[in-house]
């Protein structure tokens, strides 16, 4: 689903940032795309399978074959190669009672610059009775300009567990390029049973540096994450998550726990690179500690 971050830094920041891949043009400008995945996992344990699948331009869901004792892995590509002006994707993952599974971006998404126009990224995740889902993220880079506006809505049974993750990147340092000026919307809502039990939203728009560097704001980050898991024993890992956390460390970072509505909710602030070594140690230590799983990430989250 999204194009590589170190691949990235190697854009010119002269560069007009449009996504590659021939679009419609109207006036000179690409044509928005709408791009739809759907993917629902049936089966139980290590024989989960693909019960449904739909897939529309520019999204394709690629099934890689995943380490001995890993889950079912899905891996969602955009093949447009970014997110300009308008363009919208619409993301549908449903795990059936038993079945588990992991999906995530082949990359990282790039939101580029727009002239007033939002992209808009809809999410939806729904794991029934005692099934399992990581939604693993990489990051999404918000060129100077962009304006996102994505919608994570998770619904759980009461036996599912879950662990998700999101990162956002500022802009990209190492060409130069801040994040000054756009828009971020970012909302999440869980329910479990059928009750809401956590909502968050987090917004920045306009000229939103002085927002980022400001000490009661994101006191100067270049990158921020979020990762929750919820299941019924969410409250009994709380500890186990908290030495995951302070072992996984991170230079310079700013991290924090908490127990929220019986969802495990962890923060990050600070560089991207640490952040992201320090969010996959994590990450990989969690999903060890409490389904057994192995301690490490899909391959192409290295690379």
């Known amino acids: 689903m999204r194009q590589g971050l170190q691949t990235d830094s190697l854009t010119s920041p002269q560069e007009l940032p449009v996504a590659t891949g021939a679009r419609p043009r109207s006036a000179g400008r690409p044509m928005p795309v709408r791009g739809e995945a759907e993917l629902v996992l049936g089966g139980a344990g290590p024989q989960t399978r693909i019960a449904h699948l739909h897939q529309k331009d520019p999204l394709r869901i690629l099934f890689p074959h995943r380490a001995r004792g890993d889950l079912f892995t899905g891996m969602l590509v955009t093949t447009s190669g970014g997110l300009v002006a308008g363009d919208e994707l619409n993301i549908d993952i449903k795990v059936e009672p038993g079945a588990a599974g992991l999906v995530m971006p082949q990359a990282a998404e790039k939101i580029y610059r727009s002239e007033g126009v939002d992209c808009r990224i809809g999410i939806r995740l729904t794991v029934g009775a005692d099934g399992w889902l990581e939604w693993l993220p990489q990051e999404t880079i918000l060129f100077q300009g962009a304006r996102l506006r994505r919608h994570t809505v998770i619904e759980l049974d009461r036996r599912a567990r879950f662990l998700a993750g999101e990162i956002t990147v500022f802009g990209r340092r190492a060409m130069g390029e801040t994040f000054s000026r756009g828009l971020l919307r970012d909302e999440w809502d869980v329910s479990r049973g059928g009750r809401a039990v956590w909502a968050d939203s987090f917004l920045l728009e306009g000229p939103v540096r002085a927002v980022i560097d400001h000490p009661a704001g994101l006191d100067g980050a270049e990158a921020m ?6 299941g019924p024993d969410a ?69």
């Open 225 to 230: 994450a979020t990762a929750i898991y919820a």
């Open 235 to 303: 409250e009994k890992c709380l500890g186990t998550a908290r030495k995951i956390l302070d072992a996984a460390g991170g230079d310079g970072l700013r991290h924090g726990i908490s127990l929220v509505g019986g969802i495990l909710v962890v923060r990050w602030l600070g560089d991207a690179y640490p952040l992201r070594r320090a969010f996959g140690a994590f990450w990989a230590g969690f999903r060890y500690a409490t389904a057994g799983l192995p301690p490490s990430l899909p391959r192409l989250w290295y690379v």
